[in-house]
């Protein structure tokens, strides 16, 4: 799948300089030096991000969101998943593991929800470029649709009562 969309962007470039040299140069020395101003901020994140995830053993997180008390779970599902951004390529194998360890899906739902949606270490980075009032909006409706998410998987699946 990631070779064909390779493929179709190399095509895509190839139509751009084909079609247009100067304007297609000069949008990759644009994308080139926004790629080199984020690097700095994408290194602290994955730091950031590793140091926490070799802290927290998994054990901890598995017995904190497979407890006896799915609503306590929820809570902490959703503050663990909160802590940072990651993609659904990182965060699904992780609810895989947890699943296979009887984690709930409704506590799994608010997990990777807000794993993917809400991110309080990557939050300097998206002020950045959002500025604060727009990142703490969307970080705090990401939160609560997470939340509203986790609450319709455990009706679905009939673990919420």
Do not use: H, W
Not at 99 to 109: E, F
Not at 149 to 156: H, K, P
Request: hydrophobic residues 60%; positive net charge.
């Amino acid at each position: 799948m990631l070779l064909y969309f390779y493929l179709i962007c190399s095509l895509v470039l190839l139509l751009s300089l084909a079609v247009n040299l100067q304007k297609t140069l000069k949008a990759l020395k644009i994308a080139g030096k926004k790629l080199l101003a984020i690097i700095p901020s994408l290194m602290v994140m994955v730091i950031l991000v590793s140091i926490i995830l070799y802290i927290i053993p998994d054990t901890m997180i598995r017995d904190l969101l497979g407890s006896e008390n799915k609503y306590f779970g929820l809570i902490i599902a959703s503050m663990l998943g909160s802590i940072t951004l990651m993609p659904g390529f990182v965060a699904f194998p992780l609810a895989g593991i947890l699943l296979s360890q009887g984690v709930p899906y409704m506590i799994l739902s608010s997990f990777t929800t807000t794993m993917m949606m809400v991110g309080i270490l990557t939050f300097p980075l998206e002020q950045k470029y959002f500025g604060t009032k727009v990142t703490i909006i969307r970080n705090s409706l990401a939160f609560l649709i997470a939340i509203a998410v986790a609450l319709i998987t455990g009706i679905c699946f009939g673990e919420l009562f």
